[in-house]
Nanobody
Framework: VQLVESGGGLVQAGGSLRLSCAAS????????MGWYRQAPGKERDLIAA???????YHTDSVQGRFTISRDNAKHTLHLQMNSLKPEDTAMYYC?????????????????WGKGTLVTVSS
């Protein structure tokens, strides 16, 4: 499975960005997909995930501001990010798993993109 992110960039606080992830390869095996982020000097954390049936998970830090969605027909994953804050500045990674979201909450997914950088200025 290959994952390629796009949509990162520089935005002012309060602004919005929409990240996308295009999946290719053996995508028939994929169930959960998600977005992780890693800020400088910090660990990589899961922030949102979605099952193939559309059930979603968002962490408290992004709940109400970020929305994850997927288009199974186009094999794409999106993250709509609104009301961005400087503390949202990080490298954002798309990931995919053959497991359901409930099974990957405490472990990494198997497949990863290379990331896209989001910078939020104050």
């Amino acid at each position: 499975v290959q994952l390629v992110e796009s949509g990162g960039g520089l935005v002012q606080a309060g602004g919005s960005l929409r990240l996308s992830c295009a999946a290719s390869g053996s995508i028939f095996s994929i169930n959960a997909m998600g977005w992780y982020r890693q800020a400088p000097g910090k660990e990589r954390d899961l922030i949102a995930a979605i099952n193939s049936d559309g059930r979603t998970y968002h962490t408290d830090s992004v709940q109400g501001r970020f929305t994850i969605s997927r288009d199974n027909a186009k094999h794409t994953l999106h993250l709509q990010m609104n009301s961005l804050k400087p503390e949202d500045t990080a490298m954002y990674y798309c990931a995919a798993s053959e497991l359901e979201v409930a099974s990957i909450l405490y472990r990494d997914m198997e497949y990863w993109g290379k990331g896209t950088l989001v910078t939020v200025s104050s």
